[in-house]
T-cell receptor, first 114, second 116 residues
Framework: SQQGEEDPQALSIQEGENATMNCSYK?????LQWYRQNSGRGLVHLIL?????REKHSGRLRVTLDTSKKSSSLLITASRAADTASYFC??????????????FGTGTRLTIIP | EAGVTQFPSHSVIEKGQTVTLRCDPI?????LYWYRRVMGKEIKFLLH????????ESGMPNNRFLAERTGGTYSTLKVQPAELEDSGVYFC??????????????FGAGSRLTVL
């Protein structure tokens, strides 16, 4: 079953504006991560937030986590053309095998208009 | 440090043919994962190796898919015979395992498979 689900599926904003993407998940988690994928490339890890954290910052990125609502948001401030990419949240819900696989959602396609 | 390398970057085959995808993880990473993304849908987990052992293959679609990781180094994912619904981008990722309680994956650029 799908664990992570990003919203919106696609987002277009003007350069310089802020972009907010949301992620919902279904099961209890230890950590939630955000990854970025540029077209034709692999996913790149952006930021990790632990289940006991509510907010985390890294440069122009701000991540929030609400474990009671099973949701997270990623805010990119002062967007740049280079931020155009797909963004995925990933959770590390423990499997029946006790491994540490990550479960990804469908992603949000972000387009920054110069 | 070299990243995760995948080959080929793109493969176009006829239905019924066989394709083998290869992944070279970061040296020293015991964990190797295969994922697949089909036509803009979610990135779905296929399987997980720890060294040469299959830790979890619960995401493998059917027995037409065979993954190996001989010697715990590179891994191959073979699709035989390929069907139309196998088209998609196959991602490989590796990690050293839990660091400070978190598993952060490093991905390859993916192998795009097109089955005609």
């Amino acid at each position: 079953s799908q664990q992570g689900e990003e919203d919106p599926q696609a987002l277009s904003i003007q350069e310089g504006e802020n972009a907010t993407m949301n992620c919902s998940y279904k099961t209890s988690i230890n950590n939630l991560q955000w990854y970025r994928q540029n077209s034709g490339r692999g996913l790149v890890h952006l930021i990790l937030i632990r289940s006991n954290e509510r907010e985390k910052h890294s440069g122009r990125l701000r991540v929030t986590l609400d474990t009671s609502k099973k949701s997270s948001s990623l805010l990119i401030t002062a967007s740049r053309a280079a931020d155009t990419a797909s963004y995925f949240c990933a959770t590390d819900a423990r499997s029946n095998f006790g491994n540490e696989k990550l479960t990804f959602g469908t992603g949000t396609r972000l387009t920054i208009i110069p | 440090e070299a990243g995760v390398t995948q080959f080929p970057s793109h493969s176009v085959i006829e239905k019924g043919q066989t394709v083998t995808l290869r992944c070279d993880p970061i040296s020293g990473h015991d964990n190797l994962y295969w994922y697949r993304r089909v036509m803009g849908k979610e990135i779905k987990f296929l399987l997980h190796f720890v060294k040469e052992s299959k830790q979890d293959e619960s995401g493998m679609p059917n027995n037409r898919f065979l993954a190996e990781r001989t010697g715990g180094t590179y891994s191959t994912l073979k699709v035989q015979p390929a069907e139309l619904e196998d088209s998609g981008v196959y991602f490989c990722a590796s990690s050293p395992g839990l660091l400070s309680g978190a598993n952060v994956l490093t991905f390859g650029a993916g192998s795009r498979l097109t089955v005609l």
